[in-house]
């Protein structure tokens, strides 16, 4: 398997542009999270979901930033508009079904997100 | 909800010497307890985990030991090398929840 793919690996837009990032989980994963990571903040779990259903958006910034998953392999992450402290690395990761709390997150190589 | 910290934000070591980063977790529900690692430009990758009915835990150079009482959980680098060199995430997770909060990391020098 090729892991969690994310695209675009790069991404470098004007503020008030709209963003769109890209996800692929692994395949039979039953559920997938979107992280953001910043050096002031960390690693912060925006959403996630399980069998294609959000089930916590509480992390989400506000409501310029919106996630779906229409199937089980793929799911986008958008922020319309984007602004400048919305830069960062935006991480997606997945996690096979299983009795929690003991299932391993396996993260995509992330995509590095510029708002100028 | 989890409020998880870390400490040291950044350690540096002597390549051979041990390394030790802590972390303390704040819902006395969590049992799940995972240390990712995330070298310069990658993305993070566990490297070790343990739950809450067991004390410590070791792979190699790596252990994990968890104090449910006072809640913290540390990670233990012997012999470290120059690879060993990363950024250090805990994280925990609440046995009914799937999402982990990670702590804020650490930067892990190994100087040659």
């Known amino acids: 398997d090729a892991g969690v793919i994310q695209s675009p690996r790069h991404e470098v837009t004007e503020m008030g542009q709209e963003v769109t990032l890209r996800c692929k989980p692994i395949s039979g994963h039953d559920y997938l999270f979107w992280y953001r990571q910043t050096m002031m903040r960390g690693l912060e779990l925006l959403i996630y979901f399980n069998n294609n259903v959000p089930i916590d958006d509480s992390g989400m910034p506000e409501d310029r930033f919106s996630a779906k998953m229409p199937n089980a392999s793929f799911s986008t992450l958008k922020i319309q508009p984007s602004e400048p402290r919305d830069s960062a690395v935006y991480f997606c990761?997945?996690?096979?079904?299983?009795?929690?709390?003991?299932?391993?997150?396996?993260f995509g190589s992330g995509t590095q997100l510029s708002v100028l | 909800g989890e409020n998880v910290e870390q400490h040291p934000s950044t350690l540096s070591v002597q390549e051979g010497d041990s390394a030790v980063i802590k972390c303390t977790y704040s819902?006395?529900?969590?049992?799940?307890f995972p240390w990712y690692k995330q070298e310069l430009g990658k993305r993070p990758q566990l490297i070790i985990d343990?739950?809450?009915?067991?004390g410590e835990k070791k792979d190699q150079r790596i252990a994990v030991t968890l104090n449910k009482t006072a809640k913290h959980f540390s990670l233990h680098i012997t012999e470290t090398q120059p690879e060993d060199s990363a950024v250090y995430f805990c994280a925990a997770r609440r046995g009914t929840a799937r999402q982990l909060t990670f702590g804020s990391g650490t930067q892990l020098t190994v100087l040659p």
């Open positions: 990761a997945s996690s096979p079904r299983g009795r929690a709390p003991n299932e391993k997150l396996f």
């Open positions: 819902d006395s529900a969590s049992n799940y």
């Open positions: 343990i739950r809450s009915n067991v």
